[in-house]
T-cell receptor, first 114, second 115 residues
Framework: KAGVTQTPRYLIKTRGQQVTLSCSPI?????VSWYQQTPGQGLQFLFE???????NKGNFPGRFSGRQFSNSRSEMNVSTLELGDSALYLC?????????????FGEGSRLTVL | DQQVKQNSPSLSVQEGRISILNCDYT??????FLWYKKYPAEGPTFLIS?????DKNEDGRFTVFLNKSAKHLSLHIVPSQPGDSAVYFC??????????????FGKGTKLSVKP
């Protein structure tokens, strides 16, 4: 079956702009999580959506937001981009229950902010 | 404050030998620990997990050991193969306020297996 699909794979923005990233989870998965990966900080949890509701949130400023649609697809948005937002943004999906913890990751969207 | 630590940024082993990757955690309130492998330009791939109530889980060449008193877990790969060369991430899920999608990752250890 198809894996987690993220678009776009690469993008370049300038400071102050905003960006929207998209994630299509594995068919049947209802939970979608977003992570930011940077060389210095590793993978950091942004937020998780389950059945169109945000059920967990990491320690990121309000410029980072997300949503989930009825078909479980998810988008995340970063407004007023800063140089430090340059990172690989990873989406992961799972069934949502039971609490086994296994996540299936996409290949990521690499954002460069100039 | 980093709750999950992988203190070795890199590890090099010979093909056929054992690879041991280590991970320490500072918070006792984790109910699941996981290991992920990541190749360049790909997303992390789940390898193996262990519940906090267990002390060992084995899957083929991969075994994870959990020492709760020391707040330490390790991943053993035996025998190591060149295809195992990748970055390995240790992750933990908080038992309080956590959910399936909320994992805390270490910064990773780059494993190189030499032929």
């Amino acid at each position: 079956k198809a894996g987690v699909t993220q678009t776009p794979r690469y993008l370049i923005k300038t400071r102050g702009q905003q960006v929207t990233l998209s994630c299509s989870p594995i068919s049947g998965h209802r939970s979608v999580s977003w992570y930011q990966q940077t060389p210095g900080q590793g993978l950091q949890f942004l937020f998780e959506y389950f059945s169109e509701t945000q059920r967990n949130k990491g320690n990121f400023p309000g410029r980072f937001s997300g949503r989930q649609f009825s078909n479980s697809r998810s988008e995340m948005n970063v407004s007023t981009l800063e140089l430090g937002d340059s990172a690989l943004y990873l989406c992961a999906s799972s069934w949502g229950t039971p609490r086994s913890g296994e996540l299936f990751f996409g290949e990521g969207s690499r954002l460069t902010v100039l | 404050d980093q709750q999950v630590k992988q203190n070795s940024p890199s590890l090099s082993v010979q093909e056929g030998r054992i690879s041991i990757l280590n991970c320490d955690y500072t918070n006792s309130m984790f109910d699941y620990f996981l290991w992920y492998k990541k190749y360049p330009a790909e997303g992390p791939t789940f390898l193996i997990s262990i519940s906090s109530i267990k002390d060992k889980n084995e899957d083929g060449r991969f075994t994870v050991f959990l020492n709760k008193s020391a707040k330490h877990l390790s991943l053993h790969i035996v025998p190591s193969q060149p295809g195992d060369s990748a970055v390995y991430f240790c992750a933990a899920r908080p038992s309080l306020g956590g959910s399936q999608g909320n994992l805390i990752f270490g910064k990773g250890t780059k494993l190189s297996v030499k032929p």
